[in-house]
């Protein structure tokens, strides 16, 4: 089943387990409300800050968007300072630009002259959330199965084999493993695309390459927690009572040794946010990492600026997510 499959199976299947999530966040009761004003309030800080310093840090940054190696005549520089409004004050360009981040209308791109910034949002951003959710399909159903499979073959050679694979995962990057794959896979035999997002076959290797590292980690997180959860007495207790092997692995074992990964969750949907930068350059996907780049180099200081807060938005509400998930799986966790 390709990555491509298991996301839309994961698509269809989110209304279902929103209403499981929701059942569960219920025991919490009240606590919920005060959590997400919490939440809500330092957003709105967290933005503000990253907001001004990314702002003062291009304009600080020696060179500006119309220095690309051409002269321009002075007229001309100035006409273009005015329209994108350059020539005024630095605190009334930082109001004009505050002014545009609750709707993300920063206004036109300085060097994609036909297009908004929201523009270059929305067509970048569903090839980079298609390529986040498959990375992610990667992390969980590679690092899942070979973390319960080292657990439950703790001591056998197969278990020093698949945590020596994990270890050597988790040091490989994934630009690294790109270039290392795409000799077989691309070059010597054509079996996928090299680049581009033209169906589920291109979606493949980057989206492998991408969530592998995590697929690592997450190996490594479950066979800890299974190796602690198999020791409780709660465990001997269902095996006491005649379950199945599989019934004591799946419906008892399983939830509690995926806690480690659901806390781990929220700092590896932002670390699969932040590496899509690099992998949508090795395998030209037109998403909004390519555009972030793009836009630092050619200082670009509307749509960089857009860039920085989309995926500064992305991944403050992803650890909150992740914070109520871990709260829904475990009601002895306190949301705060």
Known sequence: MTAGVVALLGLAGAPVGMLLFA????????????????????????????????????????????????????????NLEARFGLDRPVGEQWLAAL??????????SMTLRDFTVREVIGQGLPASALLGLAALAWMLLIGVPIGVTAALKHGHPLDAALSAGASL?????????AGALMWPLVIATGW???????????????SFCLGAPFAAQVARLVRTGMLEVLGQDWIRTARAKGLSETR?????????????????????????LTGSLVIEQVFAIPGVGTHFVQSAINRDYTLALGMIMLYTLMVYVLNAIADLLLAALDPRIELT
């Open 248 to 272: 004591v692995i799946t419906r008892h074992a399983l939830r509690g040794a995926l806690l480690p990964v659901v806390t781990f969750l929220g700092p590896a949907l932002a670390g699969i």
């Open 23 to 78: 059942r569960r966040l219920t025991r919490h009761g009240w606590r919920v409300a005060p959590f997400l004003l919490r939440r809500t309030g330092w957003l709105l800080v967290t933005t503000l800050v990253v907001f001004t310093v990314s702002f003062l840090l291009m304009r600080a940054v020696p060179g500006g968007p119309f220095d690309d190696g051409r002269k321009l005549m002075p007229q001309v520089r100035q």
């Open 192 to 206: 996928l695309p090299a680049a581009g997002l033209d169906g589920p076959r291109a979606l493949l290797l980057p």
């Open 169 to 177: 995962g988790m040091a490989i990057p994934n630009f690294v493993l």
């Open 99 to 108: 002014g545009g981040l609750p709707t993300f209308d920063f206004g036109p």
